[in-house]
């Protein structure tokens, strides 16, 4: 019983040292020699190293992050535990995404390494969630947007499969990725928040500012 105990513990700790990985930064560090954290926004999610580092940089950060959140998941399944659900080993890849202890306990938004634990736990939602998201960006050019729109509909869904710690999570996620999005909220409402150079709502802001 003990050494089983012991094992979860372990698992526990090794999903959030997962989920703790700044992939951003180190990307940015090894191949381009850039600190994406001085940069931009800021951030080392998948936002901020495609606009400093480009859209391949960019992309492999999202697919790390990703991977952060489903591996974690997957790690009881991977050691049959069952005396705990995937959810929380997916939650701690999340804090140590949000509270890495390889960035001074500051990280990501959340977005791509929570779609990763859905991507594990119910992957119908996370093709719900991205199917969102590439949609609103399409239309809004907003990725900020796109993440806030996704994870709100996706939650909703969630309700509907009474899964009541998946929901009871969703809907935790859901409000702290609005408060980590605050700033791009102000900048939404303002009309300056930065957008992606395809989709709709960017060329709309090009034909009103020529110059922009």
């Given amino acids: 019983m003990n050494s089983n105990i012991e094992q979860i513990i372990m698992l526990l700790v090794l999903a959030y040292l997962l989920g703790s990985i700044p992939s951003g930064v180190w990307i940015g560090k090894i191949f381009f020699h ?11 999610g998948t936002t901020n190293t495609y606009r400093v580092l480009g859209p391949i940089a960019g992309s492999i950060v999202m697919a790390l992050d990703i991977s952060k959140g489903a591996v974690a998941t997957l790690l009881p399944t991977f050691f049959h535990i069952t005396a705990i659900s995937p959810l929380i080993f997916g939650l701690m890849a999340i804090l140590g995404h949000t509270f890495s202890i390889f960035d001074k306990f500051k990280g990501g938004k959340a977005v791509a390494t929570s779609a990763g634990m859905l991507l594990a736990y119910k992957p119908a939602f996370f093709f719900l969630a991205a199917g969102i998201w590439i ?3 399409l239309l809004t050019s907003m990725v900020s947007l796109a993440s806030m729109i996704g994870f709100t509909l996706t939650t909703i869904a969630i309700f509907f499969t009474h899964d009541i710690l998946l929901s009871v999570m969703a809907v935790i996620l859901t409000f702290f990725i609005f408060y980590r999005h605050r700033a791009n909220i102000n900048r939404i409402k303002n009309g300056t928040e930065s957008m992606v150079p395809f989709g709709l709502g960017n060329r709309l802001r090009k034909r009103k500012d020529p110059n922009e």
Avoid at 34 to 43: T, W, Y
């Fill in 135 to 137: 949609l609103v960006i």
């Fill in 34 to 44: 850039i600190d994406i954290r001085r940069h931009g926004s800021g951030n080392i």
